[in-house]
Structure formats: C-alpha cells, structure tokens
C-alpha cells in the first residue's frame, strides 16, 4: 500500500512563499492522479491543486496563479509551490490521490501571518 509523508510547511509573511512536499513510499505512486488539500482550523478539509499521472493540472479558483503543483515520478513526490500567500491560506496541507484510495498522511502546517 503506498504511503505518503509531507513536507516543508512552516511560519511565512503574508506575500511570502513555501514549497510544500510530499513523498510516496512506492514507484507505483506514477499511476495516482493527485491532490493537495488543505484543511483551515474549524473547516473542512479542500481540495486545492491536482495533477494527473500526465502532468495535467487543475487549480480551485481562490489559489490560481499563487500555486502550482507539480510532480516527479521517478523520485515519487508530488510538489506545491505556494507563492503570494494570504492569511486565508493558513491550514494543514496533505497530498492524497484524487479518489483518498491513499491513507492520510500528518500533514504539514502552513500559518500565513498578516
């Protein structure tokens, strides 16, 4: 069963940048299309950025042209650039299949302070 772990959150200004990662424990991670969600305090958790095994994405309105995601299959990792980011993007960030067939991972906490 894959597994993945994520990566690279942290304290940030807003108009500041991260690079978040998520890491998958098996090759066969190429055939997922994936997503990363996040999920802000007293919120549901959404999702934000996908990408086909192919390398297509797709973005939710509110970060488009702030991230992009991206992926390396040899490596097995799915990436997200975060840039200009707001206080409203302040959440835990987790990377899953498109379809959650993937259990979920810790997270990684991103704070965007104003």
């Known amino acids: 069963q894959v597994q993945v772990v994520e990566s690279g959150g942290g304290l940030v200004q807003a108009g500041g940048s991260l690079r978040l990662s998520c890491a998958a424990s098996?090759?066969?991670?190429?055939?997922?299309?994936m997503g990363w969600y996040r999920q802000a305090p007293g919120k549901q958790r959404e999702l934000v950025a996908t990408?086909?095994?192919?390398?297509?994405?797709n973005y939710v309105d509110s970060v488009k042209g702030r991230f992009a995601i991206s992926r390396d299959n040899a490596k097995n990792t799915v990436s997200l650039q975060m840039n200009s980011l707001k206080p409203e993007d302040t959440g835990v960030y987790y990377c899953?299949?498109?379809?959650?067939?993937?259990?979920w991972g810790q997270g990684t906490q991103v704070t965007v302070s104003s």
């Open positions: 990408i086909t095994g192919g390398g297509t994405t």
């Open positions: 899953n299949s498109v379809d959650y067939s993937i259990p």
């Open positions: 098996r090759s066969i991670f190429r055939f997922y299309a």
